[in-house]
């Protein structure tokens, strides 16, 4: 009984919460924006305002300054904007930020050059970590790298002889460890490879060399000890600041149960109200069943007794959604039916197949179709959503077909699926997706990053289609940008620069047909991602009635050149009326490709150093 509850009622946690008030505590003092360009993010094309009215966490009015100080009342605080852009804040459509916080107390690999240099950062990286921790490392890129391979156990074993060592590669996909980690976790010349992943193997040999892939990779990690206490702190803390700092007021974790002490450290964050924004949790499939069983336990400890006492605190909220519980909310499922751009499955063979691989690679699936089917057979009516990362046109070909199944037996429902990255889709496929109202999510960064390599490996044609906006808009199917950090840094400004130009890192312009304008591109990260996370109601726009959670940019990125679009700096960020982020310094920058500034920042409550570093290398990694 308990777990047909929480599947039928949970979009986040428990429905039937019952203490939450109609006020938020604090000052009855309005505060009118006003001297700056107000997008209010409605419509097809640019609506400005003169002023903009916030009370009690809320939007009170929207419309002329005079009318503005009027609704606002005599105690009233009076908000210069200064030529500034409001905007309503950014909304985190696929990111992993417990994942993120985890790699902020990590060593970061972004940009080394060769294996030496992984193994110095990763001997530097030893004193920073206890005892008995595994020493773990998170960013480095094979291709880009001297050797064009991931180090084997042989080499990680220069880090140490008898602690285990893992490092992760930037996309999160693949992996190496040292032999101490194989003998810790009992892998050798035995051990199978699971579906959908493999233990790259020594030549001539069954025993594992050392670097892994996939379902391999995650198996590994699942074993990682645990963070709990004040390092569990850290990682919530740590990610939400970044988070804030680029304008998000609303986070992501789309694959909780990566981690084995993913749950705990959620539950830690709710426990001790540590969130200053939102955060959706999306479970992995295979977590699904302990992510609800938890999300029901939460709900219960934190519901309305028969007396009217909760048995726990509540935070108030604005907007009275009782899907969260002190900023956290359980949104649905996340599935991986291929990999990164290397693996992407594909209906054809690459132009170009990756090291390693024979002419006629095509990739592979991760998950059977009995899997997928019976997911959507059974959340397709539920609250519980259902996101599938797909990159090549054969996992979306997968994802579509469990969905159209789940149509033909149970009929359409307002489901939304997302396709996370949506890399490449044919034409026919697009047309598929608006049939049954899925939504891609669009890793546009990407294109910068990873445009030149995509081109080669999946060929001119299907590259300069991939991540195909503007064919989503003539065919009508909204789309979001997100930036799935870690694997890029958690920044919007270059997601919506990246769509805007399509210019990958060596200025090759790919694929000019799926263009979007500047403002498509601020929907994709504002409204249309509202409307992804089911929350288009209460976020998205700045409207009456809806919460006042703002950015605040220091340009408009209407009315600058597109060029300058990825250096826009987010001034301040606004969650329910209150300031969580304010730049204290002044800050240099490239308005053309993606800086480090944004390490620079001042925040209320500083990274440590070593987070600042971690960030200007993830900045750097998408350059």
Not at 573 to 595: D, H, Q, R, W
Request: proline share 5%; with cysteine.
């Amino acid at each position: 009984m308990k777990k047909c509850l929480a599947i039928f009622f949970l979009m986040g946690l428990f429905a039937c919460n019952g203490n939450q008030s109609n006020s938020v505590s604090g000052s009855d003092s309005a505060t009118v924006y006003f001297n700056g360009d107000i997008i209010t993010m409605e419509g097809d094309s640019a609506v400005y305002a003169e002023a903009l009215v916030e009370k009690a966490g809320k939007i009170l009015f929207v419309g002329d300054k005079a009318s503005a100080l009027k609704e606002a009342g005599s105690k009233v605080i009076q908000v210069d904007l200064a030529g500034k852009t409001l905007l309503p804040g950014f909304i985190d459509t696929h990111g992993h930020m417990v994942y993120f916080g985890k790699n902020l107390i990590d060593q970061s690999l972004t940009g080394v050059k060769d294996i030496p240099e992984i193994i110095q950062r990763m001997q530097s990286h030893i004193a920073q970590v206890p005892g008995d921790g595994w020493i773990v490392g998170m960013g480095y890129a094979p291709l880009k790298m001297k050797e064009l391979r991931h180090p084997t156990a042989d080499e990680l074993d220069k880090v140490s002889m008898d602690r285990p060592v893992l490092i992760v590669h930037s996309s999160g996909h693949g992996g190496s460890m040292n032999h101490a980690l194989m003998k810790l976790l009992h892998i050798d010349e035995k051990t199978v490879d699971p579906a959908g992943g493999e233990y790259i193997r020594e030549k001539g040999s069954k025993m594992p060399a050392g670097p892994m892939e996939e379902t391999a990779l995650i198996d590994v990690r699942n074993q990682r000890p645990a963070f709990t206490g004040e390092a569990a702190d850290k990682v919530i803390k740590g990610a939400s600041q970044v988070w804030a700092s680029n304008g998000q007021t609303t986070a992501m974790e789309c694959g909780l149960g990566l981690g084995a002490d993913d749950i705990s450290i959620v539950e830690n964050a709710i426990e001790k109200n540590i969130l200053p924004i939102d955060l959706v949790v999306f479970s992995k499939e295979s977590v699904t069943d302990d992510v609800v069983n938890a999300a029901y336990g939460v709900s219960e400890s934190y519901s309305t007794t028969a007396t009217g006492n909760a048995t726990k605190l509540l935070s108030d909220r604005v907007d009275l959604d009782k899907r969260y519980i002190n900023r956290v909310r359980l949104g649905g499922i996340k599935f991986w039916l291929d990999g990164n751009p290397v693996l992407a499955w594909m209906s054809e063979a690459y132009a170009t197949p990756p090291p390693g691989r024979k002419p006629g690679f095509k990739a592979y699936g991760q998950i059977p179709d009995s899997l997928i089917f019976s997911f959507f057979d059974k959340y397709w009516k539920t609250n519980m959503q259902i996101n599938m990362h797909v990159m090549g046109d054969e996992a979306i070909e997968q994802a579509l077909r469990a969905i159209e199944a789940a149509v033909k037996k149970h009929g359409m429902s307002d489901h939304r699926p997302v396709f996370v990255h949506c890399g490449y889709a044919r034409p026919d496929q697009i047309a598929r997706m608006k049939a049954v109202g899925a939504i891609p999510s669009f890793l546009s960064i990407g294109l910068y990053g990873q445009g030149d390599e995509i081109e080669q490996l999946w060929g001119t044609k299907r590259a300069s289609n991939g991540m195909a906006a503007q064919s989503m808009l003539k065919a009508g199917v909204p789309f979001t940008l997100s930036h799935d950090a870690p694997i890029t840094p958690p920044m919007i400004m270059p997601l919506v620069s990246a769509a805007v130009n399509r210019i990958t890192s060596s200025g090759k312009l790919l694929g000019a047909d799926q263009r979007i304008s500047p403002y498509q591109a601020l929907q994709a990260v504002t409204s249309a991602a509202a409307y992804q996370i089911k929350e288009e109601k209460n976020k998205g726009t700045l409207q009456v009635g809806k919460v006042a959670d703002f950015v605040m940019l220091d340009q408009n990125p209407l009315k600058v050149s597109s060029s300058a679009i990825a250096g826009i700096k987010v001034v301040e960020t606004i969650k329910e009326g209150k300031s969580i982020f304010k730049l204290t310094a002044p800050i240099a920058y490239s308005p053309v490709t993606m800086s480090d500034h944004h390490h620079e920042t001042g925040y209320k409550k500083p990274l440590s150093v070593s987070q600042q570093k971690i960030m200007a290398r993830l900045v750097q990694s998408a350059q």
